[in-house]
């Protein structure tokens, strides 16, 4: 087994590993870069898409997403799986992310006509991106999946946001078994909505992320009394909090936790809670509302107490002072209006979307206030208020920065260092090696110093683009990229192709039938979890043995 880490190297940004194992090429993650590396986006890929035959899907975020259109653009006709909220999720954000290339190549359009400087083209469009949906293969969480016969894989809540998983991936080779894990990004335990992430109990090899493997995060218990604190005292001073938020996760965690603030003091004549009540509070991104749409469809993958309030009759996402914005239009009226409120806008890290609108309306305002709720990567507009620079540039503007900035710790999607060694003290089997990723390079050598102490276990900080390799469970040595790369002709039965399509039709069939006839069931709240369970993995078995024999009949 071979692995060539190719992003999230050098930063947390860009998610990228590839496992070559055998003659197959797996593909961990085909990420977004953010900040400071964005430029690396348009450069080409270190390997020939083409050649890639599986992409192991661990979440939506569009640092370890966003390049999958890109990907298929370039010539990938592999499967990519992932667990069914990621799908749903990826639907709405790969489109958003098309959408952004594509408004921010014709505005730089417009700039190079005037300049008489050559047009560019977008990274990808909605078309490529609509067009990568159709190679995903949706799994449920703990569902075995044999994608070949050398090759296993399942995935585990990680608990960072919907959909999120760990990847646990079996490869057989010369008759010997190799289990590699990839963390992808773990969660908190006690996060709004979401279970904790599952404890994995063994490994051969392991990938873990450490954007958090130097700091702890603080005032876990306060976090939403702190926000709520924040949100009255600029209120009172006639102000508006601006939250810069990422659509998909925190928002819906926030959004969360001012309802449960809500819910706590309904039986209380709580002066906090009457003065929160008068205050609108808008989520002003159409991203957004798409994926808190998704949230409330994939309920049956929250936590206890998130779907204990759904069955008795309170949604954890609505409150009666919450309101959704979709056009522009109603963006503008925000910025127009004088009265206090709060507005809930993406992207987090404040590089696109409309929360840049918001700031430029708010930052010079000594009464208002930005709350930042998550992780700011280096080079970003949101690390530079936080990092307390006086000015800054917001489209095209210098504008000065007035508005009190706030830094609220605890609603972190990440895990802590504690939360992490705890994790890893799970492994009751441990791995042989552990590889450090996706973080700052202060974090990664802290945390490896810190596992090597407390846990004994050996770890390495892979470096771009170089190639790991084991054989039969020994040490990992490193070997030349140039070793690795082999191209192997795709081929297919062409006369079995009608047999296929018939054959497709038939299980269609089937499976519509088996969807009616199940239907009820697992509509029954009554119907115990493992049976749910059971006719959920027959489904989409089923489904996948569909998907297989279409993809294979197109090849």
């Known amino acids: 087994m071979k692995i060539r880490f190719l992003g999230a ?18 593909l961990l993650d085909c990420g977004m870069y953010q900040g400071k590396d964005e430029d690396l986006n348009y450069e080409e890929f270190e390997f020939n898409p083409s050649e890639i035959d599986y992409l192991l899907l661990s979440h939506s975020h569009i640092d370890h997403s966003g390049r999958i259109p890109l990907l298929v653009k370039k010539g990938f006709r592999g499967k990519i799986y992932c667990s069914k909220p990621a799908y749903d999720l990826c639907g709405i954000m790969l489109m958003d992310s098309a959408h952004i290339q594509e ?24 078309e490529d991106a609509e067009l990568s949906l159709k190679y995903f293969y949706p799994v449920l969480y703990d569902q075995i999946i044999n994608i070949d016969e050398n090759i296993t894989v399942r995935f585990k809540d990680a608990g960072h946001i919907l959909g999120s998983a760990i990847t646990e991936v079996w490869i057989n080779e010369e008759g010997t078994t190799t289990k590699l894990v990839y963390s992808g990004d773990l969660g908190m335990k006690d996060k709004a909505l979401l279970r904790d992430p599952s404890i994995i109990e063994s490994a051969d090899y392991l990938i873990i992320e450490s954007t958090y493997g ?54 209380e004549k709580s002066n906090n809670r009457k003065k929160f009540m008068d205050i609108p509070v808008y989520i002003d991104s159409p991203l957004a509302t798409k994926a808190t749409e998704i949230f409330k469809q994939n309920a049956n993958v929250f936590d206890d107490e998130a779907r204990r309030c759904i069955l008795e009759g309170d949604n954890p996402l609505e409150f009666e002072n919450l309101h959704f914005t979709q056009s522009v239009e109603e963006s503008k009226i925000l910025n127009a209006s004088k009265e206090p409120k709060i507005i809930i806008s993406a992207s987090g890290m404040c590089e ?17 206030s930005i709350v930042f709720v998550g992780y700011q990567a280096e080079g970003t507009l949101g690390r530079k208020l936080i990092d307390g620079e006086k000015y800054v540039k917001v489209l095209g503007e210098e504008i000065r920065v007035n508005a009190q900035i706030h830094n609220v710790q605890g609603f972190s999607g990440h895990a802590d ?26 974090s990664k050598l802290s945390f490896a110093e810190e596992i090597e102490k407390t ?25 030349a990229v140039e070793e690795v790369e082999e191209t192997r002709p795709r081929s297919i ?57 279409s993809m294979a009949s197109t090849k």
């Not at 209120?235 to 449960?260: D, H, M, W």
């Not at 696109?352 to 208002?368: D, F, N």
């Open 9 to 26: 190297v050098r930063g947390v940004t860009g998610s990228s590993h590839l496992i070559q194992a055998n003659d197959k090429k797996i």
């Open 103 to 126: 408004s921010e190549a014709e505005w730089k359009n417009v700039k190079a006509r005037r300049s008489g400087r050559a047009l560019v083209e977008p990274m990808y469009t909605q």
């Open 455 to 479: 846990l004994k276990l050996s770890c390495i900080i892979p470096e771009y683009n170089k190639v790991y390799e084991t054989k039969k469970q020994q040490v990992i040595k490193e070997i």
């Open 214 to 267: 130097n700091r702890l995060h603080e005032n876990l218990e306060t976090r939403t009394e702190g926000l709520v604190n924040i949100i009255l005292d600029t209120v009172e001073r006639g102000g508006s909090v601006i939250i810069p938020s990422f659509a998909v996760g925190r928002t819906q965690e926030i959004i969360y936790e001012l309802n449960k603030f809500l819910e706590c003091h309904a039986d």
């Open 352 to 368: 696109a979307g409309r929360i840049k609108h918001h700031l430029k309306h708010h930052l010079w305002k000594k009464e208002s």
């Open 493 to 549: 039965d062409v006369s079995q192709i009608e047999d296929l399509k018939k054959e497709i039709e038939k299980i269609k069939e089937i499976f519509e039938k088996t969807m009616a006839n199940t239907k009820d069931y697992i509509e029954d709240d009554n119907l115990n979890a493992k049976k749910y369970k059971d006719i959920s993995n027959n489904i989409l078995a089923l489904e996948n043995e569909i998907l297989n024999l």
């Open 417 to 442: 260092k504690n939360a992490l060694l705890e994790w890893l003290r799970g492994f009751s089997d441990k791995p042989k090696k552990v590889f450090l990723v996706h973080g700052e390079a202060e």
